[in-house]
């Protein structure tokens, strides 16, 4: 099956936590994205990667930084972890900045 | 500042009508436009999209009307069922830069 696997579905954790959330494409495609959705069901892009090398960081808290071992895995790590980013995290990939997104499930996470 | 704006942040049409849910966008060079339906608990999935050189793009009962000079455009949802309640989020882009996303309509269809 060809598609965008997230994990985990679901996350709870405390303040000031450590959290990772995994993202995996099997379309063969050479950018992987993070975008946060919050409440109202905005999408914020947070990362983009290129062959390896970010190429689009909008203003994210440092907390947060993306993880890529090669074009079909792209990870989020946030340290310390505070309750505004209780969200979903929704990954994505694309051929180059292509506007047809393959979008995983998400994970929520719920910071308490 | 939002570059895409989606009119309704929610509609509720009954089954069998046609739903519309309008866009508009402020940066000219946007040339690229895919809608995604999004239903509770998934991702996003792209539906239709349609390139500024035309002004229809038409798959089965999901239509977009676009108008480059108004910097606009709308999906119309022909004969309305109940399993297309979901969120519809607009995009833009220019197919340089990742697209940018409108804060999506939530529409409701009653049967």
């Known amino acids: 099956e060809t598609a965008v696997f997230q994990t985990p579905n679901y996350h709870v954790t405390q303040v000031g936590n450590e959290v990772s959330f995994n993202c995996k494409q099997t379309?063969?495609?050479?950018?992987m994205y993070w975008y946060k959705q919050d409440s109202k069901k905005l999408l914020k892009i947070m990362f983009s990667y290129n062959n390896k090398q970010l190429i689009v960081n909008e203003t994210v808290p440092r907390r947060f930084s993306p993880q890529s071992s090669d074009k079909a895995h792209l990870n989020l790590r946030i340290k310390s972890v505070e309750p505004e980013d209780s969200a979903v995290y929704l990954c994505a990939s694309s051929y180059g900045s292509a506007a047809d997104y393959t979008f995983g499930s998400g994970t929520r996470l719920l910071v308490i | 500042q939002q570059q895409v704006r989606q009119s309704s942040q929610s509609l509720t049409v009954w089954e069998g009508e046609t739903a519309i849910l309008n866009c508009s966008y402020e940066?000219?060079?946007?040339?690229?436009f895919p809608w995604y339906q999004q239903f509770p608990g998934e991702g996003p999935a792209l539906l239709i999209a349609i390139r500024s050189v035309s002004d229809k793009k038409e798959d089965g009962r999901f239509t977009i009307f676009f108008n480059k000079r108004e910097k606009n455009l709308s999906l119309h949802i022909k004969d309305s069922q109940p399993g297309d309640s979901a969120t519809y989020f607009c995009a833009a882009s220019d197919n340089n830069n990742a697209p940018r996303f409108g804060a999506g309509t939530k529409l409701s269809v009653k049967p």
């Open positions: 379309l063969g495609h050479d950018t």
């Open positions: 940066n000219s060079a946007f040339d690229y």
